[in-house]
Nanobody, 129 residues
Framework: QVRLVESGGGSVQPGGSLRLSCAAS????????IGWFRQAPGKGREEVSC????????YYSDSVKGRFTMSRDNAKNTVYLEMNSLKFEDTAVYFC??????????????????????WGQGTQVSVSS
């Protein structure tokens, strides 16, 4: 199972930027997709962005499209989430995850969150004035 460690969270004013990092214990060949998710207090976990390692496609939720950019550095086994034009509603704990061990599909990006099973510990992002 892939081990994931997120970093880069913090506090920022509306309109500001942050870059999150997710370091994976395994290389790209060991998982089909890796995604960024977030969970705000009292809400369910939401998929924000996801990269399929099978076809290099990238998924973004409508709420972050045009503001967030996901990228990866295969040499470092690390993916990033560049977050710009941050809003109050972006406040949440951000997690990265790969598909669960039982996943048998082609690409879990944009699908049910419960298809992802290897989660990091999360990093807090707070947007406030």
């Amino acid at each position: 199972q892939v081990r994931l460690v997120e970093s880069g969270g913090g506090s920022v004013q509306p309109g500001g930027s942050l870059r999150l990092s997710c370091a994976a214990s395994a290389g790209a060949l060991d998982y089909n997709a890796i995604g960024w998710f977030r969970q705000a207090p009292g809400k369910g976990r939401e998929e924000v962005s996801c990269i399929s390692t099978r076809d290099d496609s990238t998924y973004y939720s409508d709420s972050v499209k045009g503001r967030f950019t996901m990228s990866r550095d295969n040499a470092k086994n690390t993916v990033y989430l560049e977050m710009n034009s941050l809003k109050f509603e972006d406040t949440a704990v951000y997690f990265c995850a790969t598909e669960g061990d039982g996943y048998t599909g082609y690409n879990p990006c944009g699908g049910p969150v419960d298809e992802f099973g290897s989660w990091g510990q999360g990093t807090q992002v707070s947007v406030s004035s």
